[in-house]
Each structure stands twice: as structure tokens, then as C-alpha cells.
T-cell receptor, first 115, second 116 residues
Framework: DTAVSQTPKYLVTQMGNDKSIKCEQN?????MYWYKQDSKKFLKIMFS???????INETVPNRFSPKSPDKAHLNLHINSLELGDSAVYFC??????????????FGPGTRLTVL | QKEVEQDPGPLSVPEGAIVSLNCTYS??????FMWYRQYSRKGPELLMY????GNKEDGRFTAQVDKSSKYISLFIRDSQPSDSATYLC????????????????FGKGTMLLVSP
């Protein structure tokens, strides 16, 4: 069974469109994340949610709006897509243990191409 | 200067070689040090983690942390073609929100190619 799943796997769209990426985890974790990996493979955190509440927002344009309907799901909606949004977006989850180390489990990624 | 520096490679070695992968960092507040492995078109998966300075061994893999030099290494002994992947170092600082969450800061990753 897939622990962290994302849909779609590939997304090709035109500049200016609005699109959503969905993420689900079946690990029972209470913290979920969105990362962006650019063409140079640099992986950078965008958002983190704990029990449906936003706890980290790393200076991401407000065209990106995460939504967590429950602690097993964290979706990412992107408005007015730009060429620079082309990247692989990874969802991840972890279990808060009150320490600074929590292993994060990553999904397979969504490859977004903006034309 | 980025917080975590990592040579992107690619690093090409023959099967059986000992591989050394390294990262340097600038933020002395980092407490946990991790190595993730990412196969092509897959998500990263945790390989090893260490806390503070010292060595940690797991099978063919050894992780080393030298906090005084702000330098971490991953050694792979008897490398196999199946080890071919991108290796990302990651470090965490406790985020002082709601009792603490780890925010991972990644290096750019080093692509490793092990030829049979």
C-alpha cells in the first residue's frame, strides 16, 4: 500500500490556468508538507500543516494556496500559473514527536509543466 | 551562500568502489543530519540520520558528522549499480512553534552512477 500518494503524477497546462494537486497519506501522521524541486534538483519546503492548521509558510507567492480538509489530506491549489512554476512538487508527512527530528515520508511527486 | 552546499556531481564509480558524499553547512543551529536517497522520478526516502557529531553505521552505509567543521559525509562501501541515485543531505532546526517541528533544509543532491 502506498504510504503517501499524490495525484496527478504529471500535469501539463498553459500559463494563466488554475490547477490543483492532491495528496493523501495513510500513515496516521499529523503533519504534512509541500516541497518544490526545481530543474536543478533543489528541494525546498513550501508549506507545513499540523492537524489541518498551517504552521510553516516559506515565502511562497499567494497564488499558491494549500488546503487541508483533514489530517490525512493536504491539497495544493495554484492560481494563474507561471512558467517558473514548472517543477516537481512533493508531498510529505511526518509524526510530531515533540523533538526536532521527525522522519518525513515523501510521495512520488507531481511533475508540473507550464507552457 | 546557501545554508547547505553539496556538489551536484555526477559522480561515476565502478561497482565495488567506496563512495564518499559530502555536504557543508553554515547554520550552527542544525541539530539533526540526514541522508535521503532519490531514485529517478521517485520521491526521496530516508537512508540514515545522525544527531550531533560522530559516526553511524548501517550495513554498507556510514554517516559522519563533524559539527566543529560543519561538514557531514556519507560513505558507501562495496557500491552496487542499485546504489545509482541522487543522494540529498538534509538538516533540521527545531521550529519553535507548538512544541517544535523539524524543518528540513536540503542540499542540492549528488547524482551517483555506479557502473557494473
Amino acid at each position: 500500500d502506498t504510504a503517501v500518494s499524490q495525484t496527478p503524477k504529471y500535469l501539463v497546462t498553459q500559463m494563466g490556468n488554475d490547477k490543483s494537486i492532491k495528496c493523501e497519506q495513510n500513515l496516521g501522521h499529523d503533519t504534512m508538507y509541500w516541497y518544490k524541486q526545481d530543474s536543478k534538483k533543489f528541494l525546498k519546503i513550501m508549506f507545513s500543516y499540523n492537524n489541518k492548521e498551517l504552521i510553516i509558510n516559506e515565502t511562497v507567492p499567494n497564488r499558491f494556496s494549500p488546503k487541508s480538509p483533514d489530517k490525512a489530506h493536504l491539497n495544493l491549489h495554484i492560481n494563474s500559473l507561471e512558467l517558473g512554476d514548472s517543477a516537481v512538487y512533493f508531498c510529505a508527512s511526518s509524526q510530531e514527536r515533540g523533538s526536532s527530528y521527525n522522519e518525513q515520508f515523501f510521495g512520488p511527486g507531481t511533475r508540473l509543466t507550464v507552457l | 551562500q546557501k545554508e547547505v552546499e553539496q556538489d551536484p556531481g555526477p559522480l561515476s564509480v565502478p561497482e565495488g568502489a567506496i563512495v564518499s558524499l559530502n555536504c557543508t553547512y553554515s547554520n550552527s543551529a542544525f541539530q539533526y543530519f540526514m541522508w535521503y536517497r532519490q531514485y529517478s522520478r521517485k520521491g526521496p526516502e530516508l537512508l540514515m540520520y545522525t544527531y550531533s557529531s560522530g559516526n553511524k553505521e548501517d550495513g554498507r552505509f556510514t554517516a559522519q558528522v563533524d559539527k566543529s567543521s560543519k561538514y557531514i559525509s556519507l560513505f558507501i562501501r562495496d557500491s552496487q549499480p542499485s546504489d545509482s541515485a541522487t543522494y540529498l543531505c538534509a538538516m533540521s532546526v527545531e521550529t519553535l512553534v507548538r512544541g517544535g517541528y523539524s524543518t528540513l533544509t536540503f542540499g542540492k543532491g549528488t547524482m551517483l552512477l555506479v557502473s557494473p
